[in-house]
């Protein structure tokens, strides 16, 4: 009897003790629920000829019109088409260069002034607590009309008139936007793989040593091959959030020069609503996007298994 009484016991305590854990994460778990999944109810506006701030009737329904009047027009088409272009590039450029925080960290890593180690890291982070609107206002002091270059290159001779950095256009906005965007995050986006450095065994730097390895030998065999896990989850996550590339940025950015090329998913949904009046059309363009960003979710997960042997998901 006391070997069942035993085993039940500890059956007791198991059980006790998930449901501690899971105690532990249900305030996370409300928390998702409350700000991810509630908010979802709003979708039903896509259904309907909603006007704020009328009270909301089931007698505007109106089914799938306001997807159709997506691609109603070769205008509209071609709009939303130059709308997911600039998406898809700015977000390309920076999984393309989402490389470089990895990168920083590692040559963070390797200096040996660890002063000066501090300050290099303090200061390319503080950037990302800086608001978009104080980096435009420190982009409009340098580059305006009137700005710190113009007067710069006009003392020196080397321009008659001032030069309209903020007003271009063309594809060049879409690197001008990517460089701010860099400067703003590149330090804060390293700390995950200084902490991933931090992780590594030293005993495989000392026995590299012991085998005569340069620096950037170990750099190259054991610093990135460790990083690369850490690498592939946040790309994973940045894939999943392809679409999903702010709007604050380009919101402060815009103006009437740029806003063709300057012009996001998020941007052009919020211009909808806000700009046109049209809040069950952007509800609709929101909709669009949530499934594509699960779909590029889903091709990042396959792709992951088929190439590392492990998923994401």
């Given at each position: 009897m006391k070997p069942a009484a035993t085993q039940k016991t500890l059956r007791n305590k198991k059980k006790w003790d998930s449901v501690k854990l899971f105690l532990y994460v249900l305030p996370f778990i409300l928390l998702v629920l409350v700000?991810?999944?509630?908010?979802?109810?709003?979708?039903?506006?896509?259904?309907?000829?909603?006007?704020?701030?009328?009270?909301?009737?089931?007698?505007?329904?109106?089914?799938?019109?306001?997807?159709?009047?997506?691609?109603?027009?070769?205008?509209?088409?071609?709009?939303?088409?130059?709308?997911?272009?600039?998406t898809f590039v700015m977000s390309g450029i920076s999984l393309g260069t989402s490389w470089l925080p990895m990168l920083f960290a590692v040559f963070m890593n390797e200096l040996r002034c660890v002063p000066f180690r501090k300050v290099v890291q303090t200061v390319t982070t503080l950037p990302n607590f800086i608001s978009w609107v104080l980096v435009y206002s420190i982009a409009f002091s340098?580059?305006?009309?009137?700005?710190?270059?113009?007067?710069?290159?006009?003392?020196?001779?080397?321009?008659?008139?001032?030069?309209?950095?903020?007003?271009?256009?063309?594809?060049?906005?879409?690197?001008?936007?990517?460089?701010?965007?860099?400067?703003?995050?590149?330090?804060?986006?390293?700390?995950?793989?200084?902490?991933?450095?931090?992780?590594?065994?030293?005993?495989?730097?000392?026995?590299?040593?012991?085998?005569?390895?340069?620096r950037m030998k170990m750099i190259w065999y054991i610093t990135i091959p460790c990083l690369l896990p850490t690498f592939f989850v946040l790309l994973m996550l940045n894939i999943a959030n392809f679409l999903n590339n702010g709007m604050e940025q380009y919101y402060v950015f815009q103006n009437s020069f740029n806003k063709q090329y300057i012009q996001v998913l998020d941007l052009y949904v919020f211009n909808t609503a806000m700009g046109?009046?049209?809040?069950?059309?952007?509800?609709?363009?929101?909709?669009?996007?949530?499934?594509?960003?699960?779909?590029?979710?889903?091709?990042?997960?396959?792709?992951?298994?088929?190439?590392?042997?492990?998923?994401?998901?």
């Open positions: 700000f991810s999944y509630y908010p979802l109810y709003g979708w039903v506006y896509a259904f309907f000829d909603y006007k704020p701030p009328r009270p909301f009737s089931w007698d505007d329904f109106v089914g799938l019109k306001w997807f159709a009047s997506l691609v109603e027009s070769d205008i509209k088409i071609q709009q939303i088409g130059q709308v997911l272009l600039n340098m580059f305006n009309s009137t700005g710190m270059m113009n007067t710069l290159l006009s003392n020196m001779g080397v321009i008659s008139e001032p030069i309209l950095f903020l007003n271009q256009s063309g594809p060049g906005v879409w690197l001008t936007q990517w460089l701010w965007l860099t400067w703003k995050n590149l330090g804060w986006s390293s700390i995950m793989y200084i902490a991933a450095i931090s992780g590594i065994d030293a005993e495989l730097y000392e026995a590299a040593r012991v085998d005569g390895a340069t046109a009046g049209s809040y069950s059309v952007s509800v609709a363009i929101s909709m669009l996007k949530s499934v594509v960003s699960v779909v590029l979710l889903v091709g990042a997960n396959t792709v992951s298994k088929l190439i590392r042997g492990e998923s994401f998901i």
